[in-house]
């Protein structure tokens, strides 16, 4: 068997520091819309099993208690890692904050 043969890549990335922090920004963003829908699906599941969600009237059988008790520790759990990711993206947006140069304000 032969090594695998990995050509030499050396791009030229030229991005000036506000390219870079919008780049960072936007990266925020789209994490707390992929949470914001994490949430969402979260609430319809409970809502899926107390047959309140639009549209599912009829389609799921009566919850039991233990499917309730199931449902809430799963989504308990969901949203511990949910509140985690929100912990380490507000350290993320800190540091991108505190680290912009301070430019002195306009003259008037």
Same mark, same amino acid.
């Given at each position: 068997?032969?090594?695998?043969?990995?050509?030499?890549?050396?791009?030229?990335?030229?991005?000036?520091?506000?390219?870079?922090?919008?780049?960072?920004?936007?990266?925020?963003?789209?994490?707390?819309?992929?949470?914001?829908?994490?949430?969402?699906?979260?609430?319809?599941?409970?809502?899926?099993?107390?047959?309140?969600?639009?549209?599912?009237?009829?389609?799921?059988?009566?919850?039991?208690?233990?499917?309730?008790?199931?449902? /809430?520790?799963?989504?308990?759990?969901?949203?511990?890692?949910?509140?985690?990711?929100?912990?380490?993206?507000?350290?993320?947006? /800190?540091?991108?904050?505190?680290?912009?140069?301070?430019?002195?304000?306009?003259?008037?």
């Amino acid at each position: 068997m032969s090594q695998a043969n990995i050509p030499n890549i050396t791009p030229t990335i030229s991005i000036t520091i506000g390219d870079s922090v919008n780049l960072l920004l936007a990266s925020i963003a789209l994490e707390e819309l992929a949470l914001a829908h994490i949430i969402n699906a979260e609430a319809e599941k409970i809502q899926y099993v107390l047959g309140t969600l639009p549209g599912t009237s009829g389609l799921s059988p009566a919850a039991t208690l233990s499917n309730l008790l199931a449902i /809430d520790r799963s989504v308990e759990r969901t949203l511990q890692e949910v509140i985690k990711k929100e912990i380490l993206l507000q350290i993320k947006l /800190d540091n991108i904050v505190n680290g912009l140069p301070i430019s002195p304000p306009p003259s008037p």
